[in-house]
């Protein structure tokens, strides 16, 4: 790991020590699998487990892109900005169905039940907790993109029901801050 800068150094060690930090990795996932790419410098790792817990989002997430664990990216920025995706696209997963190629960068979202009222025009019946949930996945998605772009990657969004598509492309179109793909991939 001599290749990383000092910033990508304190980030891989917040993210292996910091015990409040539910997105723990290890030193082993990191010396073992984790690689620098030639172009950007970015740090790349393909986990073997999804992080979080959520037994039907990790599903979806390896339906979609038939990998079975998350990805982490830090850049070379100075801020060693970093992000973990659902998981990057293998040549099993469906999302090659909908043309996206193996090495694309995958979110997934599932559930997303206040998003069907933001789609029917129900905003005034969200609770504090659904903006918050519709705002903190806004901020994730963006962030996701931006790290995926430092990085010269390319990344997708992906959605497990009709309703959550639909109402989150509303949403994108209005905000204009995603850049991104966006699917719709139900799971069979």
């Known amino acids: ?19 409040n930090n539910p997105e723990r990795i290890t030193e082993q996932e990191v010396f073992t699998k984790g690689q620098v790419d030639s172009e950007m410098k970015c740090f790349n790792l393909e986990l073997a487990r999804h992080l979080g817990g959520n037994k039907k989002h990790n599903q979806y997430a390896e339906f979609v892109t038939g990998a079975k664990g998350d990805y982490l990216i830090i850049t070379r920025t100075p801020q060693a900005s970093y992000a973990f995706y659902d998981g990057e696209v293998k040549d099993s997963g469906e999302a090659v169905n909908y043309n996206e190629p193996p090495g694309r960068m995958a979110e997934v979202k599932t559930g997303g039940k206040c998003w069907t009222k ?4 129900q905003l ?55 850049p991104g793909v966006v699917h719709l991939i139900e799971p069979t």
């Open 1 to 19: 790991m001599d290749q990383l800068n000092t910033a990508q150094q304190r980030r891989l060690k917040e993210l292996i020590h910091n015990k």
């Open 118 to 121: 933001v789609l029917n025009d």
């Open 124 to 178: 005034d019946q969200l609770s504090d907790n659904e903006w918050n949930e519709i705002i903190q996945t806004l901020r994730e998605l963006n962030y996701q993109i931006n790290v995926a772009i430092a990085c010269k990657r390319q990344s997708f969004i992906s959605f497990s029901t009709q309703e959550y598509a639909e109402a989150a492309q509303e949403v994108f179109a209005k905000k204009a801050e995603l």
